[in-house]
C-alpha cells in the first residue's frame, strides 16, 4: 500500500495536468475537484512523513495560503475571487508535484524542463491561432483557436502572452545553446532531433513574442538576455553595468518612458499616464485593505468603485494593477506581498549560490536559462502582470521547481566532493 501511495505522490503532476482542464475552471461542482490537492498531501504524509517535500521556500509559501483564507474576509463575489484562489493553489500543487517527482527520478529535472517547455510552447500556439489572422486559413484556424483559448480565457491578451515567453525564451535559449554539444556528440539519433525540436521551439516562440507587439515583453526579453550574459561571462557582468548606465541617462534625456510605454489610453495600449493612474489606485487600495487585500481579482471591479479613474473609461476591465508586486498586494494584503516578495529574494539567492557552488555542465546551464527566465519574469512585471492565481501562472510555479532541483543537485554534487 506504501509503494502504491509513493508511485501516486511522485507522478502527483501529472495526475493534475490531467485534470487542469476541469482545475482551470473550478465553477460549480467543479470547484470540488481541488480536494484532490489536499488528499494527495496527505497521501504522501502517509507514504514519505511529509505533507509535502521540503524546499527552501516553504515559509513564504505557508505564509501565503494563510494569507489566501484571510483574503477571503474581504471577499464580495466568490464567482469572481474563486478561479483566482483556485489557480494559485494549483500552481502550489505543480510546484511540489513537480519538485517531488524530480528527487525521485534520476534524470527528474529533464522531465520538468520538458513540461515547461510543452507547456509554455502550447500556450504560444494558442496564442498564435488567436492573436495572428491567417487568411488562407482562416476556416481551419478559427475552430482551434476558439476551443483552445479557452484554455486561457475567453480571449488571449497579447500582453499577458508576452509575459509568459519571458518566463520559456530565456530557458529555451540557454537549452538549445547549452546543450547543443552533448545532444549532437551522443552518438544516437534521438538527442539529434531533440535538439532539432528545441530549436524549432525557440524560433516559433520568438516569432510568437513578436506577433504580440508587446514593448514590454520584448524589452524583459532583452533585459533577461544581459543578465544571463553576466552570469554566463565575467565581461558579461562590465556589460551589464554599461547598458544599465547609459539606459538610465538616454531614458532622462530622451524621455524614452513615454516611448516605450506608450501615450494612450486605449484598451491595447494604457501607456504611461495610464499605469500611473493605476498604480496610485492600487495604493490607496493597499493602504486601505492592508490586511486582507481587496480579495483576489477584486481589484479590477472596486477600483472603479472606490477609486474612479480619470483617463480610463468606466467600461474598461483592468484585468489587474499593470505591476505584479502591487497585484500581489491587493490579492493577499501586505503579508501576502512580503512572502511573495520573499520567493524573489530567495529565488535569486539559490541562483547565486548555485552557480558560484556549480560544477556540472547541464546544472550551469538552467542556472543561467533561469536566471534569464526570472529577470524577464520580474521586468515584465513592472510594467504588467500575470497576477497570482492567472491560468498561465502555474508556469512560474514550475520554474521555481526547476529551481530547486537544481539546487539540490549542485548541494549534492558539492557535498560527494566534499566526502571524497
Known amino acids: 500500500m506504501r509503494r502504491l501511495a509513493r508511485i501516486v505522490i511522485n507522478w502527483e503532476w501529472l495526475f493534475l495536468l490531467l485534470l487542469l482542464p476541469i482545475l482551470l475552471f473550478p465553477t460549480g461542482w467543479r470547484g470540488l ?12 504524509k502517509f507514504a514519505i512523513g511529509h505533507f509535502v517535500p521540503p524546499t527552501p521556500f516553504d515559509t513564504a509559501v505557508l505564509v501565503m495560503m494563510a494569507t489566501i483564507l484571510i483574503s477571503l474576509a474581504a471577499v464580495f463575489d466568490i464567482n469572481l475571487s474563486f478561479p483566482k484562489i483556485a489557480g494559485l493553489i494549483l500552481g502550489i500543487a505543480y510546484f511540489y508535484g513537480g519538485v517531488q517527482h524530480a528527487r525521485q527520478y534520476h534524470e527528474g529535472e529533464y522531465h520538468l524542463l520538458s513540461l515547461i517547455f510543452i ?17 488562407s486559413f482562416a476556416d481551419i484556424a478559427a475552430v482551434p483557436s476558439t476551443a483552445l483559448s479557452n484554455i486561457l480565457g475567453r480571449t488571449v491578451n497579447p500582453n499577458e502572452l508576452a509575459g509568459v515567453l519571458g518566463w520559456l525564451l530565456p530557458l ?56 544571463m550574459l553576466a552570469v554566463r561571462f565575467r565581461w558579461g557582468r562590465w556589460l551589464l553595468l554599461v547598458i544599465v548606465t547609459a539606459s538610465i541617462a538616454l531614458g532622462f534625456y530622451l524621455d524614452l518612458g513615454a516611448f516605450l ?26 493602504a486601505d485593505f492592508p490586511l486582507t487585500g481587496m480579495s483576489m481579482n477584486g481589484f479590477r471591479q472596486i477600483v472603479h468603485v472606490l477609486y474612479p479613474l480619470f483617463t ?21 494584503g501586505i503579508i501576502g506581498l512580503i512572502a511573495y516578495l520573499g520567493i524573489w529574494i530567495l529565488s535569486l539567492t539559490l541562483l547565486w549560490i548555485g552557480w558560484r557552488n556549480s560544477r556540472r555542465h547541464s546544472d550551469r546551464v538552467l542556472i543561467v536559462g533561469l536566471s534569464g527566465s ?18 498561465p501562472g502555474f508556469l512560474w510555479w514550475l520554474l521555481l521547481a526547476l529551481l530547486v532541483t537544481v539546487f539540490d543537485s549542485v548541494r549534492r554534487l558539492q557535498s560527494q566532493g566534499n566526502v571524497r
Not at 507547456?119 to 487568411?135: N, R
Not at 468606466?314 to 491587493?330: E, I, W
Not at 526570472?374 to 491560468?391: E, K, P, S, Y
Open 261 to 286: 510605454l506608450g501615450d494612450t489610453q486605449t484598451a491595447a495600449d494604457l501607456g504611461l499616464q495610464g499605469r500611473l493612474e493605476i498604480w496610485s489606485r492600487a495604493l490607496y487600495g493597499l
Open 374 to 391: 526570472l529577470t524577464a519574469g520580474w521586468v515584465f512585471g513592472i510594467l504588467d502582470a500575470i497576477a497570482l492565481g492567472a491560468r
Open 33 to 44: 475537484v481541488l480536494l484532490i490537492i489536499p488528499l494527495l498531501w496527505i497521501l504522501r
Open 119 to 135: 507547456a509554455g510552447t502550447g500556450m504560444a500556439l494558442v496564442g498564435f491561432l488567436s492573436i495572428i489572422s491567417i487568411t
Open 312 to 332: 480610463i473609461a468606466l467600461d474598461f476591465d483592468l484585468g489587474h494593477a499593470h505591476n505584479h508586486l502591487l497585484q500581489a498586494g491587493l490579492d493577499l
Open 172 to 227: 529555451l535559449l540557454a537549452s538549445t545553446i547549452g546543450f547543443w554539444r552533448p545532444m549532437w556528440r551522443s552518438g544516437h539519433w534521438w538527442p539529434r532531433l531533440l535538439h532539432l525540436i528545441l530549436v524549432a521551439m525557440l524560433l516559433f516562440n520568438a516569432m510568437v513574442l513578436l506577433a504580440t507587439r508587446s514593448r514590454g515583453g520584448v524589452l524583459s526579453i532583452c533585459v533577461a538576455l544581459i543578465v
